[in-house]
């Protein structure tokens, strides 16, 4: 995949953040099959933790050479105790950022990098969450599964199950994924395989937001 601080960026956490996001964009119309992807188009970047991520902000956001960069975020530390760690980091390169995280996802500059910043707090700004919550959005109501997964899930942890509360979520996605008819396929493959929806109220304020953030035209 291309590289190097000549192209935009956006940083994320993980394999399941990379994946999720592309295949999205790809059903949105953002042409990420291409390969290498389009100079245009800003490479998806796996930072390994939001710890790592964080720490990266203020270096990237330096190093972008007059490039929009962006970066998604888990808010299950808390969504505004998360939005503090950001806006420390963001402060600390002379980003100006709200008090409180914005619904549709900040878009700032960074005057001295001749830098176009961005921020998303999964699933959406306003709430604690993670990349599960964002793709429970992308399931639809009257999904006959979902339900059943979720009480499956507690049913799990009633009889032992060792994941954590906060884990919980991630749980049950799985748990519905494991009921497809490919189960448990990756989140990114999941979504590419149209198991999941792709234009919730969530997901098109996501994509308005990298839209906005990178210049890229519907």
Known sequence: MPGGIQRSALHVEGDDDQHS?????????????????????????KSGSVEKLLEAMETGIR????????????ADFSLLGRWQAVRDRLRAVDVDAPAHPLAEGFVGNAPAYK???GVWL????????????????????????????ESATDAASSLGAKF????????????????????????GTAIRAKYFEHDSRVAN???????NLYGIST
């Open 21 to 45: 996001i592309v295949h999205l964009l790809i059903r949105q119309g953002v042409d990420y099959d291409a390969k290498p992807w389009p100079a245009a188009f800003p490479e998806v970047r």
């Open 63 to 74: 190093l972008s050479s007059g490039k929009a960069i962006g970066f998604v975020l888990d």
């Open 115 to 117: 830098a176009k910043v």
């Open 122 to 149: 999964m699933p959406d700004n306003q709430q604690d969450g993670k990349l599960e919550t964002f793709l429970q959005t992308l399931i639809r109501d009257d999904d006959p599964l979902i339900g059943h997964a």
């Open 164 to 187: 954590s509360q906060p884990d919980r979520i991630k749980a049950m996605i799985h748990t519905w994924l494991a009921w497809q008819e490919k189960p448990g396929l990756p989140y």
């Open 205 to 211: 304020a996501f994509i308005a937001w990298f839209r």
